[in-house]
């Protein structure tokens, strides 16, 4: 065990993988020399060569579409966008080939693709996306957001494990703020599990991904209030942990839904609506979303600030839902 | 002023038997086209019979096309055919009930009933089923052309894409990456003059799309589609080429789509004159009288092949119609894939 | 007025603005010549021109990021997809550059592009697909989907009268089973504004598309075991009648969602998160969503009809709601 | 094998007077070149000094490129540059401080600090802001062509992508549309050898990108980017071409990027005597050194232009400074559009 960077966990996993299996191999616009615009493929050109260490030109379908190719030719390929935003010009590939082709054709597509998302920096309307909801909708997807290094890595290792599409949402305000002890062998974080990031009674608030840490803010200025508010981080979304969701809404009874991503059908919604259709005789008070407001991210800090959830903003919600 | 090479037809058996085929596989490559054609005007009648739902496509007139490149593949090739190529899924040894039974959305066709018409492959003869999105599988075909390069394995990806579908960016990206990493990847380009409705002046303005490989630093052939042996010695050339490290290919292979669309369109915005031009080039006739002209192909020979593909499509039009529609008990198994499906040739 | 079918509608709407606007014009795969794969725009060619009905290369980018360029140069350009499923081709320019464009750059994207979408002829996993619920997600994007003749005629002028990008869905199961009055002249259909399809008591349905009519024969079923059904058609997802929904909820305290799409993260997720937060005690029972699966369409018939929502299960929930 | 027409250098003053430059447009034309250069580099003092959120591209290298096309628009043509353009925002007439407000997301940006860096316009100059996905802006270009084609408007739209951005799809469709329609459109390439840190040959696998014009059956040129009146010449050239009905021209302009990516990159990854090399073809050293040569360009009025930029610089600094921070109450204003934003001369 050693104490690592989110970022640095998902490097350490993803290298650990690339010299357990040869199959698997890295493909993304400067992932070769330049290690990425992150740097977590970095030095891995040296180690691994050029060839499972791919420069790609500038194409994302071309990239993730011949990540499909290979995979059904036996490779275990980790595409990385440069930028989470950056899968919009891959989408049409992973919707209509890579998330049917198994259905359809019986033929799986066992890709990871990496996606840098997140806001909080001023990246603007197209370095901040969190496009994680529009992937959850399209069947044949699977969909992961860890929210600490430690399941960083090992949700990494069960995607490239997986059979399947995994769309893997590294987010960007965790890679250098977040450190956390990591085992040092290879270990799989199976999908589909929740993790209870904090326990409480009063209030739940399900989240993902950085807001798993603003909720955790919220729930600590709440405590000083004798709130004490239980905190589920999804990890993944497709699978999504309805259970555990489910439970922890009839223990506490009042739900909080926290996404960094736009509100109108966002994966958010799912989530409440499961919980209205499943928990509803349990609920003692509405349903309470907290997300970024229906607009493109901001580049400006006093608008981007406004649009991502803050910790007040949770707050604030939570007070809401235990008032009432 | 073109840049692409224009084929010459193969004029005699002693030049076929040099790029590869003997006369039997002349023999059988013949029979490829006729059950070719005789799967789809068997499917042409179902459908008219209410027998097969959804819409119905052929490839009449591309059947020389579809076997000559299917020819020339190695059994360790691999391909993403299309709508048209019907041929491909035939030479590479798919059991035409099975293509009954995917047109009929049967249990035992190879989608399960899932997918229709030709959106099917058998993946261990080394098809990648297509999906409509056109030409969404040329990138799949880089991507396998990608493992073969990476495994440092002599196997070549041959990925299809029509004339109209040349004007999307799947196209370009999928060349361009073959192109950049001199993958071993052969594109074929049925053209067949219409996509839909739409004339090919409308879908590109440079001469030929052979001429499309320079743009992507490889080489462009221009090739007679109805001339089953140019096409395969072409395939065979630039898949030979690519096999041993020398890149992509561009074969464009001309034909005309003899039929419309699909089986609703009548195609009458195809002048008339164009149809009753190319039915003279008509590639099973043409390949017939190659075969009487320089192989001695005997009129008993002629008869026993037709016997036999007859019987071969009455058979399986017979056990196509005894497969059972899937049970909808069945809607959501498979959307996920489980490990153990990844126990196949090529997954591993 | 005449009886016309939706596609008549659809067609005769189009061309009325055409007459009266030449800055509307048509973009398409093989909508010039051959009128549009079903025959939407038959005619449109001789009447208009080669320059105002275009038949466009095989490039779904090309033909709505070129709407774009058209529509910022003063165009009404209404682009045509063959299928809707196509439109997969088009999402990054949609969701980069036309959703964005006015919030971020000022400058607005007045495009329709029209969609024919929807089950239920056997088209298979890409020629049947509802993908309404991917756009709704997108800010800055419009959502619409008629359901009657009427409806088909009044929301395409306001579509094309809006100054901002509109997905317009068609269902294709509409196209010629369904026949109304439709006014001759012309007229706008507001955008968010529910129509009630069927007023009740008891329970109500919120829904769209084709599957108002599944509602509607659910209903009758159910007048005869003495349920009232009150079916509210949204017409437009974005925007979407919050007010009408929610007013429908308190009045019947039970809501029924019902879609085509498939389930998780559907748009139904967004009615049915939304109620819950915000007509949550005036609901008597928990908000039930019928709708597709999460498979791609299947092609085979038998599978087809357990994959499209039918009436029996349209009836199955809301008895199942009734008696709860 | 290249097909695309290499640019000569412009020998004289003669030449660039019939190209359409008299003296004192040579003379704003250095002024344009001044102040792009002057706009980055004070710009890259703001980010240093913490005043620019978010990361910070210059154009360094590009300058001559980006000034020679926009001086070689007409007032009712449009575009849509880049990042690496801020030359072409310079040259159709966008105040300095509104950059400098944009670059600190502030109200008075052109994007009132929805937006950052160079993705902005101002669209009453006939520019469209561009969006970060490359080169999504060039369907919108075309499109912008097609509507002046149905209108029958003797209008031009430049599109602008780089030697990276080349390899997505959407250039590909771009082009393609234009050359099948024969719309009014110039492509400009803005090639400085790298995407980011890819370099050329694993971008595209074809001598020069200009010739890929020809797979899009028009006319390609590669012209010194570093040479405005080159540049300005060909542009004019193309432009006029396409006006006249002439259709698409592809314009690759070669340069280096003389910076990293953006401020973060140390650009090690380029090799120095590339740097050394092309430092000695500085655009506006390259440009001064014509104009002394060439048009008599004396020390006084170097000295006077110079003043007057830097006293634009600086008061465009002290204004934009003034401008205040966008109000989180306006953050969801404007997602969409109402029927009065239609009102812009170019909407109508
Ligand atoms: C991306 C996409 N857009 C539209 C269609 C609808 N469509 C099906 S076939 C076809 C014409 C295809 O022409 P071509 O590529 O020449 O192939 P052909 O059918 O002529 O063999 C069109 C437009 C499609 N399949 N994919
Ligand atoms: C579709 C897309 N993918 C990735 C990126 C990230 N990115 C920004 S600039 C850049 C390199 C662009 O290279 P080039 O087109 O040559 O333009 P240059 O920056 O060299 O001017 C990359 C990969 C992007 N902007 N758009
Ligand atoms: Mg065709
Ligand atoms: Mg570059």
């Known amino acids: ?324 | 002023m073109a840049i692409a090479r224009e084929a010459e037809p193969v004029s005699s058996l002693r030049e076929i038997r040099e790029a590869g085929l003997d006369r039997d596989d002349l023999l059988l490559t013949y029979r490829h086209m006729l059950v070719t054609r005789g799967i789809e005007e068997r499917g042409h009648i179902l459908y008219k019979q209410g027998k097969i739902p959804g819409s119905f496509y052929t490839g009449r007139g591309n059947e020389a096309s579809a076997v000559g490149v299917a020819m020339a593949m190695g059994p360790e090739d691999v391909g993403t055919p299309l709508h048209r190529d019907m041929g491909v899924h035939v030479t590479r040894g798919v059991e035409p009930w099975r293509i009954f039974a995917q047109y009929m959305g049967r249990e035992d066709g190879p989608t399960k009933g899932r997918d229709g018409n030709v959106h099917m492959a058998d993946s261990r003869l080394g098809l990648i089923a297509m999906v409509s999105h056109l030409p969404a599988m040329l990138p799949v075909a880089v991507g396998a052309a990608l493992a073969f390069r990476i495994r440092e394995e002599k196997r070549v990806a041959v990925g299809w894409f029509g004339e109209g579908a040349s004007a999307r960016g799947d196209a370009h990206e999928a060349m361009n990456l073959a192109g950049v990493r001199r993958l071993p990847t052969v594109f074929i380009c049925d053209n067949n003059q219409w996509a839909y409705s739409t004339p090919m002046h409308l879908e590109y303005a440079c001469e030929t799309l052979a001429d499309r490989a320079q743009a992507y630093g490889f080489e462009g052939v221009v090739v007679d589609g109805t001339d089953v042996l140019a096409v395969y010695r072409e395939a065979r050339r630039a898949i030979e080429k690519a096999r041993e490290g020398g890149g992509p290919t561009l074969i464009e292979s001309m034909t005309l789509r003899m039929e419309g669309h699909a089986v609703h369109d009548d195609a009458s915005y195809v002048p008339k004159e164009l149809f009753e031009e190319w039915a003279k080039r008509d590639p099973i006739e043409r390949f017939r009288n190659w075969l009487r002209e320089n192989a001695e192909f005997t009129d008993e020979e002629e008869e026993q092949l037709a016997g036999s593909v007859k019987k071969i499509l009455n058979d399986a039009l017979s056990r196509a119609d005894e497969s059972p529609l899937p049970s909808p008990d069945s809607l959501t198994e498979g959307v996920f894939a489980t490990p153990e499906d990844l126990d196949t040739p090529h997954h591993k």
Request: hydrophobic share 40%; with cysteine; aromatic share 8%.
């Open chain 1, 1 to 324: 065990m050693a104490e690592k960077t989110y970022l640095q966990a998902i490097s350490d996993g993803l290298r650990q993988e690339m010299q357990r299996d040869k199959r698997v191999f890295v493909i993304g616009e400067d992932v070769g020399v330049y290690g990425g615009a992150f740097k977590v493929t970095l030095g891995f050109q040296e180690e691994f060569g050029p060839w499972r260490v791919i420069d790609a030109p500038l194409s994302e379908t071309a990239i993730v579409g011949g990540c499909t190719g290979a995979a059904i030719m036996g490779m275990r390929p980790v595409a990385e966008m440069q930028f989470a935003d950056f899968i919009s010009c891959a989408w049409d590939h992973l919707v209509t080939v890579a998330a049917k082709q198994r259905y359809r054709a019986g033929t799986p597509v066992p890709i990871v693709v990496r996606l840098p998302s997140g806001g909080g920096f001023s990246g603007g309307p197209f370095h901040s996306q969190n496009p994680e909801s529009s992937f959850a909708h399209i069947p044949g997807l699977k969909v992961v957001c860890p929210a600490t290094p430690e399941d960083a890595k090992g949700l990494l290792v069960s995607a490239i494990e997986d059979p399947n599409p995994v769309l893997y949402f590294e987010h960007k305000h965790l890679y250098r703020r977040i450190k956390a002890e990591v085992p040092d062998e290879r270990y799989l974080t199976p999908f589909g599990k929740a993790r209870v990031h904090r326990e409480g009674d009063d209030i739940t608030v399900v989240t993902w991904g950085a807001m798993v840490y603003t909720a955790d803010e919220a729930a600590k200025q709440l405590e000083e209030e004798d709130l004490s508010i239980e905190i589920l981080d999804l990890r993944t979304l497709i699978p999504w942990d309805r259970k555990a969701v489910l439970e922890s809404a009839k223990k506490t009874s009042k739900v909080l839904v926290l996404h960094e991503d736009t509100r109108t059908g966002g994966f958010g919604a799912e989530i409440a609506a499961t919980i209205a259709e499943e928990a509803f005789e349990h609920l003692d008070g509405p349903i309470k979303r907290v997300t970024a407001p229906d607009s493109p991210v901001p580049f400006s800090p006093p608008l981007e600030k406004a649009y991502i959830p803050q910790i007040e903003d949770v707050a604030a919600g939570l007070r809401e839902l235990a008032e009432y």
